[in-house]
Structures are given as structure tokens and as C-alpha cells.
């Protein structure tokens, strides 16, 4: 279990998983079958069974395309999403025709100088059909949680927090 601060000055949630490794990776292998979206999506559930009336799925690199894969089965459906620089597709996880499903407010973030991700990022978020949606690609080379820090540390976290704010009010 990992601990997450949810908006400037509150104190940590908890959040299920740990983020930094996802299954496939490290000491549990890898294979191209896996699921992560069914991690998103077991997430928010693990939230909901806590009391949380309210979630936004937020992750970065591999994370972010969970929770665009994962944001269209969540029921009930989450406040949001944030993506922080990820590819449209991954092992069994299918972003696009995930995007294509997304309804819930969405804040796609990516470094203009990040590889293919930028790219990525302007991909779901053309098929995306949330009316409440919204694209920065920034400045840079910085990938994932490192978007948070760095150069554009504190314009990602404004962007980030005011994204929480306006979908997970208090």
C-alpha cells in the first residue's frame, strides 16, 4: 500500500498497489497478456469498499495507460482521469479503443520531447468523446512522474490539483 498526498495541503491517502512496480515487472516477470486496465479498475473498487464515494484514476508511463484502459469499466464511473505521459497501447491494454469509451473528465499531460508519448497523448485525447477534456504537452523530455518534478514540476502539479479540485471537490 503506498501513500498519496490528494490535493496541496492535505494530508496522504491510501492507495492501493504499488505504483512504481506494476505486475510484469522487477521480481514477477513479464508477459504481453497482462491486463493492467483490470488493475485500475480493481483500484477504484479497493477505494470504494474503503468509503471513498468519489475517484479520479491518475497514473503515469504504464499507469496513465491503466487508467485510460480501465476508466470506461469503472462503475460507477470515476470523477476522472489524469494521463501523464504513456503509449496508446501496451501488452493486452488497448488505450485508443479504451479513449474512444472515455466519457468522465480527462487531463492528458506529456513532454513534447518525450519519444513517441507526446504523439501518443494527442492520439486519445482526438478520440476521446468527454466533452470535459483537455491536452498540455510541455516543454521538455521528462517522462511519467517525472512530469511532477523538474522543469515543469510546478506546472504539471497546478494542473494536476486544479484538475482534482474542479472533479473531487470537498
Known amino acids: 500500500m503506498r501513500l ?31 491486463r493492467y ?17 468519489r475517484a479520479v484514476l491518475m497514473g ?44 468522465v473528465p480527462v487531463l492528458y499531460l506529456a513532454a513534447r520531447d518525450d519519444g513517441r508519448f507526446g504523439a501518443a497523448a494527442r492520439a486519445l485525447f482526438r478520440v476521446t468523446p468527454a466533452t470535459d477534456k483537455s491536452l498540455r504537452i510541455l516543454p521538455g523530455a521528462n517522462h511519467g512522474m517525472d512530469l511532477l518534478s523538474y522543469d515543469q514540476g510546478p506546472t504539471v502539479r497546478a494542473l494536476v490539483f486544479a484538475f482534482l479540485a474542479e472533479h473531487l471537490p470537498d
Open 37 to 53: 486496465d483490470l488493475d485500475a479498475v480493481a483500484g477504484a473498487g479497493d477505494l470504494r469498499r474503503q468509503g471513498a464515494n
Open 4 to 34: 498519496a498526498p490528494v490535493r496541496p495541503g492535505a494530508g496522504p491517502a491510501r492507495v492501493p498497489g504499488d505504483v512504481d512496480r506494476p505486475r510484469g515487472y522487477g521480481a514477477s516477470g513479464s508477459s504481453l497478456d497482462l
Open 60 to 103: 503515469a508511463s504504464l499507469g496513465a495507460l491503466a487508467a485510460v484502459g480501465g476508466g470506461p469499466d469503472v462503475t460507477p464511473p470515476p470523477a476522472g482521469v489524469v494521463f501523464m505521459s504513456a503509449p496508446t497501447a501496451f501488452a493486452a491494454v488497448d488505450g485508443e479503443a479504451s479513449a474512444r469509451r472515455l466519457t
